[in-house]
């Protein structure tokens, strides 16, 4: 590996799965949420590990996913019906399906901008969680 977020090209980032990508987007989204609990200080392991499950919890990621919707591009919808259409194997407990398949969309939304190197854009949308989160 020569570096951090190395972006994918174009040809190779098609050729990914929609799991693959929420594989991917799963890691990029936890740190973002860890980043930012970080940021805002303060709290033991224990509570902070608390808090970055209830943000990536599948609800939680499904719920983020329906406020960013209507700021997506058409492009980026594209990746979320993939991911949302995505054969997976079971859900955890305490997930609907539907939420469930909503966050696998938002993880393969952010793993692929991820790879696709536009990592302004996945601040960009973080933020926008962040925002909206606090707002209501």
């Given at each position: 590996?020569?570096?951090i977020c190395v972006p994918l090209e174009a040809r190779e980032l098609q050729s990914l799965g929609p799991l693959e990508l929420a594989h991917v987007g799963d890691a990029?989204?936890?740190l973002l949420?860890?980043?930012e609990l970080a940021r805002r200080g303060g709290g033991r392991v224990g509570d902070l590990?608390?808090?970055a499950v209830a943000y990536v919890a599948a609800p939680a990621q499904a719920a983020a996913l329906e406020r960013l919707l209507?700021?997506?591009t058409e492009e980026e919808r594209k990746v979320c019906h993939r991911g949302r259409n995505a054969h997976v194997h079971g859900y955890p407990a305490g997930c609907a399906p539907a939420q469930?398949?909503?966050a696998t969309a938002l993880e393969a939304l952010f793993g692929w901008?991820?790879?696709a190197g536009r990592t302004d854009r996945v601040r960009e949308l973080f933020a926008i969680i962040l925002e909206e989160e606090h707002a209501s």
């Amino acid at each position: 590996m020569t570096g951090i977020c190395v972006p994918l090209e174009a040809r190779e980032l098609q050729s990914l799965g929609p799991l693959e990508l929420a594989h991917v987007g799963d890691a990029v989204y936890e740190l973002l949420v860890r980043t930012e609990l970080a940021r805002r200080g303060g709290g033991r392991v224990g509570d902070l590990h608390r808090a970055a499950v209830a943000y990536v919890a599948a609800p939680a990621q499904a719920a983020a996913l329906e406020r960013l919707l209507p700021r997506l591009t058409e492009e980026e919808r594209k990746v979320c019906h993939r991911g949302r259409n995505a054969h997976v194997h079971g859900y955890p407990a305490g997930c609907a399906p539907a939420q469930y398949h909503a966050a696998t969309a938002l993880e393969a939304l952010f793993g692929w901008l991820w790879l696709a190197g536009r990592t302004d854009r996945v601040r960009e949308l973080f933020a926008i969680i962040l925002e909206e989160e606090h707002a209501s």
